[in-house]
C-alpha cells in the first residue's frame, strides 16, 4: 500500500510564506513524478505544479515566479516553497505521486488527505 503524507498547511497573512511537504511511504518500487494540486471552495482541483524525477518542474501561470516546487529522491518526499502568498490562493493543497508499485508495468497516480492553506488578513 502506498500513503502520501502532507504537511505544513496553515493560516498566513498576505505577502507571507509557507512551505508544504508530502512524503511517500508504504511499499512500492518508485516514485516517479510528483504535484501539488489545490482545490477552492466551489471550484475545480487544478495543477499548482509538479516535478518530475529528474527535476524537471511545471507551473501554473498565477504561481509561477512565488511558488518554488523540490524534491528529495532518497525521502521520496516533495516541497512546495510558497512565497508572497495571495488571498486568492486559499484552498485545500492535495499532493499527487506516480508510484510503480513494482519494477514492471503502469505508474499509478496517488492522492494525499490534503492540507488546507488560508491566506487572510
Known amino acids: 500500500q502506498v500513503q502520501l503524507v502532507e504537511s505544513g498547511g496553515g493560516l498566513v497573512q498576505p505577502g507571507e510564506s509557507l512551505s508544504l511537504s508530502c512524503a511517500a511511504s508504504g511499499s512500492f518500487f518508485s516514485v516517479n513524478a510528483m504535484g501539488w494540486y489545490r482545490q477552492a471552495p466551489g471550484k475545480q482541483r487544478e495543477l499548482v505544479a509538479d516535478?518530475?524525477?529528474?527535476?524537471?518542474?511545471n507551473y501554473a501561470g498565477s504561481v509561477k515566479g512565488r511558488f518554488t516546487i523540490t524534491r528529495d529522491n532518497a525521502r521520496n518526499t516533495a516541497y512546495l516553497q510558497m512565497n508572497s502568498l495571495k488571498p486568492e490562493d486559499t484552498a485545500v493543497y492535495y499532493c499527487n505521486a506516480r508510484v510503480n508499485r513494482n519494477w514492471f508495468g503502469m505508474d499509478e497516480p496517488y492522492w494525499g488527505q490534503g492540507t488546507q492553506v488560508t491566506v487572510s488578513s
Open positions: 516535478i518530475t524525477r529528474t527535476g524537471s518542474t
